[in-house]
Every structure is written in structure tokens, then in C-alpha cells.
């Protein structure tokens, strides 16, 4: 069963729909943060089943593969290395889910911050815009935003 999985999922199938899959999750925390759907089914835990059962199927499909993850290590050597790492094709979707994954969760803590808050949403668009494409900046034009709108500064939340 396992092998009828990999033919049909292939790395470029897994890629498409990781990008296409993502979006309507991003779209609902944009536009409709508030709504029942945003609140059970995109800022719960259900994205980022689907994400680590993904990064699962990868990590068994590469270690069946024969890929060598002690290579992964040599990122922390220099940038040569790292972008010999980004060569490789495991390697590379991977941290493409690893990216999607922690920058759906840095928006969906956005939005159920900014719920918390009673922030507006329009308030909230710019920075999780900014969060899809760059995902630290966009935490921090959050924050600083935050900041303003609570009138104060907690680094402990």
C-alpha cells in the first residue's frame, strides 16, 4: 500500500500541494479570523497534523530511499554547505514543509493573539501577509503593532 502511496505522491505531487494546500488556511486567517471555521478547523491543531503527517511520510520515504541524514549537519558548517544542502532534493522539501509549518504557526498564534486583544482584523492583515512570505518580520511588525494597541510591553505573555 505504501508503494501505491509513493507512485501517486511523488516529491513534485507532495510540493504542489503543500503550496495549494496552505492557502485556503492562510486565506481564512486574513480575511475571516473570527468565524467558526477559522477557530475549529485553522487555528487548532488540525493544519499541523496534516503537516507532521507530511514531514512523516518524507522522513520514512527518504529513510527508505537511503538518504543520509547525518549530512543535514554540515548546515551549521558555513554557507557553501548550506547551499550544497539546498541541492539536494530531500533536503529541500523537507525544509519547505519545516517552513510552511512554522510560519502557519507563527499566523495562527497572530490571530488567536489578536482575538485575545479584541485587535481589528484589518489590523492584523498587513502582518500576516508579511508572516506567509517572511516569517519572523512579520511576527515583529506584529508585535510592535502589539504593542501600540495594548499600551504595553510584555515580553511574557
Given at each position: 500500500?505504501?508503494?501505491?502511496?509513493?507512485?501517486?505522491?511523488?516529491?513534485?505531487?507532495?510540493?504542489?500541494?503543500?503550496?495549494?494546500?496552505?492557502?485556503?488556511?492562510?486565506?481564512?486567517?486574513?480575511?475571516?479570523?473570527?468565524?467558526?471555521?477559522c477557530?475549529?478547523?485553522?487555528?487548532?491543531?488540525?493544519?499541523?497534523?496534516?503537516?507532521?503527517?507530511?514531514?512523516?511520510?518524507?522522513?520514512?520515504?527518504?529513510?527508505?530511499?537511503?538518504?543520509?541524514?547525518?549530512?543535514?549537519?554540515?548546515?551549521?558548517?558555513g554557507?557553501?554547505?548550506l547551499?550544497?544542502?539546498?541541492?539536494?532534493?530531500?533536503?529541500?522539501?523537507?525544509?519547505?514543509?519545516?517552513?510552511?509549518?512554522?510560519?502557519?504557526?507563527?499566523?495562527?498564534?497572530?490571530?488567536?493573539?489578536?482575538?485575545?486583544?479584541?485587535?481589528?482584523?484589518?489590523?492584523?492583515?498587513?502582518?500576516?501577509?508579511?508572516?506567509?512570505?517572511?516569517?519572523?518580520?512579520?511576527?515583529?511588525?506584529?508585535?510592535?503593532?502589539?504593542?501600540?494597541?495594548?499600551?504595553?510591553?510584555?515580553?511574557?505573555?
Amino acid at each position: 500500500m505504501i508503494e501505491q502511496i509513493a507512485t501517486f505522491f511523488t516529491i513534485e505531487m507532495i510540493y504542489l500541494w503543500l503550496n495549494f494546500g496552505i492557502l485556503p488556511f492562510w486565506f481564512i486567517l486574513m480575511f475571516f479570523p473570527q468565524s467558526k471555521v477559522c477557530g475549529i478547523l485553522v487555528t487548532s491543531i488540525f493544519p499541523f497534523f496534516i503537516l507532521a503527517a507530511v514531514y512523516c511520510y518524507l522522513l520514512y520515504y527518504y529513510f527508505i530511499g537511503g538518504y543520509d541524514f547525518d549530512q543535514n549537519f554540515i548546515l551549521y558548517m558555513g554557507l557553501t554547505d548550506l547551499s550544497s544542502l539546498f541541492e539536494d532534493e530531500g533536503f529541500l522539501i523537507l525544509f519547505w514543509t519545516h517552513f510552511l509549518a512554522v510560519n502557519f504557526f507563527c499566523g495562527a498564534w497572530i490571530v488567536r493573539d489578536s482575538l485575545k486583544l479584541f485587535m481589528s482584523k484589518y489590523l492584523t492583515l498587513f502582518p500576516l501577509l508579511i508572516t506567509y512570505f517572511i516569517g519572523p518580520l512579520g511576527l515583529f511588525i506584529y508585535w510592535i503593532i502589539r504593542i501600540f494597541y495594548a499600551k504595553r510591553i510584555s515580553l511574557i505573555d
